[in-house]
């Protein structure tokens, strides 16, 4: 599955495309998987990169309810990188 900072930043990617698209619980899953996936790996987020990944997030949180949001962010946490890319992939 590659380099795991470059797994993470495309799981953001289609994270930003699922916004888009309206599939706000995805999103938040994988946002959140990333951010695990680069806490474990010690992998950052490039510097300008970190200001879409906030406006992402705040997005969501003002989309969904905080119960909504934390439940998706809590699940995207637990999932494994190869769970986290299915994810991506599907849909």
């Given at each position: ?40 790996a010690g992998a950052t987020m490039p510097f300008?990169e970190e200001p879409e990944f906030r406006a ?24 494994t990188q190869s769970d986290a890319v299915a ?5």
């Open positions: 599955l590659g380099h795991k900072g470059a797994v993470a930043s495309q799981l953001e990617n289609v994270a930003y495309v699922r916004i888009e698209k309206g599939e706000l619980e995805v999103a938040a899953r994988l946002l959140a998987a990333a951010g695990a996936i680069r806490e474990v300008d992402a997030v705040e997005r969501l949180q003002a989309a969904m309810t905080p119960a909504e949001f934390d439940s998706a962010w809590a699940a995207g946490r637990k999932l994810l991506a992939v599907a849909g």
